[in-house]
């Protein structure tokens, strides 16, 4: 099992840039695929963005792509969500994830894939 915690979330305006920063610890990070999911008010989490174990592929959500960059950095066992572009309906708590296996499969975006989730942070967005 991994444990991972966000920061780095808060309110901005439309059009600003967030970073938000996942770090983990309790397993090998660079062995499993990692994942931003968001939950907005009333509403079920979606899948945001995915990266593979190297940082090499990344797969996003049609909503997003383009505007956001997910990354990772293997040697601070920490992975990132670069937002750009934001816009009121960005506005959502945010989670970090970690894949349950340590495979690379594009098409893992499913809550039920990852195994390991942050506390989540806040983004809002004024417009």
């Known amino acids: 099992q991994v444990q991972l915690a966000e920061s780095g979330g808060g309110l901005v305006q439309a059009g600003d840039s967030l970073r938000l920063s996942c770090a983990a610890s309790g397993r090998t990070f660079s062995s499993y695929a990692m994942g931003w999911f968001r939950q907005a008010p009333g509403k079920e989490r979606e899948f945001v963005a995915r990266?593979?174990?190297?940082?090499?592929?990344?797969y996003y959500a049609d909503s997003v792509k383009g505007r956001f960059t997910i990354s990772r950095d293997n040697a601070k066992n920490t992975v990132y969500l670069q937002m750009n572009s934001l816009k009121p309906e960005d506005t959502a708590v945010y989670y970090c994830?970690?894949?349950?296996?340590?495979?690379?499969?594009?098409?893992?975006?499913?809550?039920?894939?990852?195994?390991?989730w942050g506390q989540g942070t806040q983004v809002t967005v004024s417009s």
């Open positions: 990266i593979s174990r190297s940082g090499g592929s990344t």
């Open positions: 994830a970690g894949d349950a296996v340590p495979w690379d499969v594009p098409s893992r975006t499913r809550i039920s894939n990852f195994g390991s």
